[in-house]
Nanobody, 123 residues
Framework: VQLQASGGGLQQTGGSLRLSCVAS????????VGWFRQAPGKEREFVAA????????YYAAAVKGRFTISRDNAKNTMYLQMNSLNPEDTAVYYC?????????????????WGQGTQVTVSS
């Protein structure tokens, strides 16, 4: 299983970015996937997750209402649309997948990880 995240960059406060993560080596629709982030000096934390069939989504309180997770199983790709960005969103963002279609907001339950993409929000 391989996951390749992209789409990070530098954005001003209030701006938007869209992250993508392309998966290979798995039957994508059978895997729940999620986004996590790690800011400098902090532990990696949950951001959002979506079930294999996209019927269920979960968000961290800090991003709910601003971020939207989605997936296109035909393209083996998941997305994170990030709006109303603020400096506290600055982090390396990682995509991850787990061996079941059930999404959970729990980092240890995700077995497969991408390499991360840097998001920097300036004030």
């Amino acid at each position: 299983v391989q996951l390749q995240a992209s789409g990070g960059g530098l954005q001003q406060t209030g701006g938007s970015l869209r992250l993508s993560c392309v998966a290979s080596g798995l039957t994508f629709g059978s895997y729940a996937v999620g986004w996590f982030r790690q800011a400098p000096g902090k532990e990696r934390e949950f951001v959002a997750a979506i079930s294999g069939s996209a019927y269920a989504t979960y968000y961290a309180a800090a991003v709910k209402g601003r971020f939207t997770i989605s997936r296109d199983n035909a393209k083996n790709t998941m997305y994170l649309q990030m709006n109303s960005l603020n400096p506290e969103d600055t982090a390396v963002y990682y995509c991850a997948a787990r061996d079941t279609g059930v999404a959970v907001p729990s980092l240890p339950l995700y077995a497969y990880w991408g390499q991360g993409t840097q998001v920097t929000v300036s004030s």
